[in-house]
């Protein structure tokens, strides 16, 4: 199984983006996926999650900004940020709990795509 992500790129403060990160592979079923963003010198934290059913959690710092999105159909999630402030610079990883063919339930991470804010 194999997340890839797309989307980030250089924005300026108060302007958007959108990620897309998409599953494939011996997939039975995704279950939750989420994004999560590492900023330099900084821990690896989690930014939005939704569950298969569409329920969604977010980080304080994004609620009312980000929303998380995903279409199961595609085993893709989405993550649109608006508004974004130079302090949402960071690496944006995607993750996905997948049940694998003829294997079993497991975590999966995407390869990353920098989100950078900067006038």
């Known amino acids: 199984v194999q997340l890839q992500a797309s989307g980030g790129g250089l924005v300026q403060p108060g302007g958007s983006l959108r990620l897309s990160c998409a599953a494939s592979?011996?997939?039975?079923?995704?279950?939750?996926m989420g994004w999560y963003r590492q900023a330099p010198g900084e821990q690896r934290e989690v930014v939005a999650t939704i569950t298969r059913d569409g329920t969604t959690a977010y980080a304080d710092s994004v609620s009312g900004r980000f929303t998380i999105s995903r279409d199961n159909y595609k085993d893709t999630v989405f993550l649109q940020m608006n508004s974004l402030d130079p302090q949402d610079t960071a690496v944006y990883y995607c993750?996905?709990?997948?049940?694998?063919?003829?294997?079993?339930?497991?975590?999966?991470w995407g390869q990353g795509t920098l989100v950078t804010v900067s006038s």
């Open positions: 592979g011996r997939i039975l079923s995704v279950n939750t």
């Open positions: 993750n996905a709990i997948v049940r694998v063919l003829y294997s079993g339930t497991e975590e999966y």
